[in-house]
């Protein structure tokens, strides 16, 4: 199997309490692999171990081959490129210093890195001057650099831990370009989002809570799992319909949430679809519907929590 990286039974502790609990995955070579949770669910914690930045407390990791033992850290670290979620690059450097400092990190020799640099700027679309401070590119253009500074050591997979966050949104869809040409030239890609749009672009995705994997499967497939009845967005004739549905949410709804102007629901069990349909048209109008991942990613991930 092409399997570059698999994770066994991973356990991260810190204190007593488990940040990543039993986690176990493999990813293919040349996927994008979507990490998917809401905050504090484990994901930059897991990302840390994989990269061989953070000792695990139990469980075993293999990077394109490397096994996770004392020592192999380093080995592992030639293999991975890593884009933190905190920090990208060294605002107090130029461009130019930034990348000379990753090169340096990772032992890249002096030619191939001017090749290198050459050939990733290229890549980005970069014509500016490599010689101004990190710290006056735009949000977008900083992201993107940081990922050239990442690529540099020509890692076969790339760790990008909400590459995104923040970023406009002309510059997300150059940016999710950008991987999906890494990943069609066989570069696995190893991403965390909290914009589902994004994750739609995933070839598979993770969804952890509580520092557990709690699915695992490609946007359509998880729609399609998640919700075997059906969905529909709700329009509210008027704030007093509106009132009642959400004072009554409880009883009537398996699924009921807020989305732009609308709501998206789904009919509880309990309840026969049509005829509650019937009774609830003096309320709203109904519209049945294709779920997105946002109502994937409410329903399993915060399902239990809201
Ligand atoms: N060094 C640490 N010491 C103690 N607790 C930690 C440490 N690092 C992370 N945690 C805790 O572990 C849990 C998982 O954190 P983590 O940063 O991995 O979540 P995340 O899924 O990346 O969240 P976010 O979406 O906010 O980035 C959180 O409860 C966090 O507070
Ligand atoms: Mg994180």
Redesign the pocket.
Known sequence: MNEIVIVKDLNVM?GN?F?VKNLSFSVTKGEIFGFL??????????IRVLCGLLPATSGDVIIDDVKFIAGAENLVKKKVGYMS?KFTLYNDLTIEENFEFAAKLRNVPGDLYEKRKKQLLKFIDFENDCHQMAANLPGGVKQEIALVAALLHDPQIIFLD?PTAGVAPVARNKFWNLIKQLSAAGKTIFVTT?YMDEAENCHRIAL?RS?KLIALDSPSNLKKMTYQRNIYSLTTHNSEARQYLVANAHDLFEMFAPYGLHYHAIIADSLNEQETLDRLKKYCIFQKISPSLEDVFLKLVEGDER
Request: charged share 10%; no cysteine; net charge neutral.
């Open positions: 810190f309490f940040a949770g809401s905050n504090g669910a484990g994901k930059t914690t897991a979620q909400e909290h952890m520092g």
